[in-house]
């Protein structure tokens, strides 16, 4: 059973930071691009990170860019997403992906097959 699991959300003051973890069994995640995607409450999911199957590409979106950093740990079948600074707008439902398709980095949801359950991220005071 394919299965990619989340962990590492929390609450953290504005200015904090959290490392995400995504874990997969089922899988090895080295055989696939990962992203991660987030969803605030009444928006629409976007894509935050992503690491592609080939080379090691990396993917950012713009309000990310120079605080978030994303990495593979093949050894523990793990993707991490190292986030620094965070603000209250970064509050939301993370969620890691598996792409089985495209080598390289896609941003739509809609290209993704495995999901995450998700791990809830708050900034606040």
């Known amino acids: 059973q394919v299965q990619l699991v989340e962990s590492g959300g929390g609450l953290v003051q504005p200015g904090g930071s959290l490392k995400l973890s995504c874990t997969g069994s089922?899988?090895?995640?080295?055989?696939?691009?990962i992203g991660w995607f987030r969803q605030a409450p009444g928006k629409e999911r976007e894509a935050v990170s992503c690491?592609?199957?080939?080379?090691?590409?990396?993917y950012y979106a713009n309000f990310v860019k120079g605080r978030f950093t994303i990495s593979r740990d093949n050894a523990k079948n793990t993707v991490y997403l190292q986030t620094n600074n965070l603000q209250p707008d970064d509050t939301g439902v993370y969620y890691c992906?598996?792409?089985?398709?495209?080598?390289?980095?896609?941003?739509?949801?809609?290209?993704?097959?495995?999901w995450g359950q998700g791990t809830q991220v708050t900034v606040s005071t």
């Open positions: 690491i592609s199957k080939i080379d090691r590409n990396e």
């Open positions: 992906a598996a792409d089985v398709d495209h080598n390289w980095c896609q941003i739509s949801s809609a290209d993704y097959d495995f």
């Open positions: 089922g899988l090895l995640l080295n055989h696939y691009s």
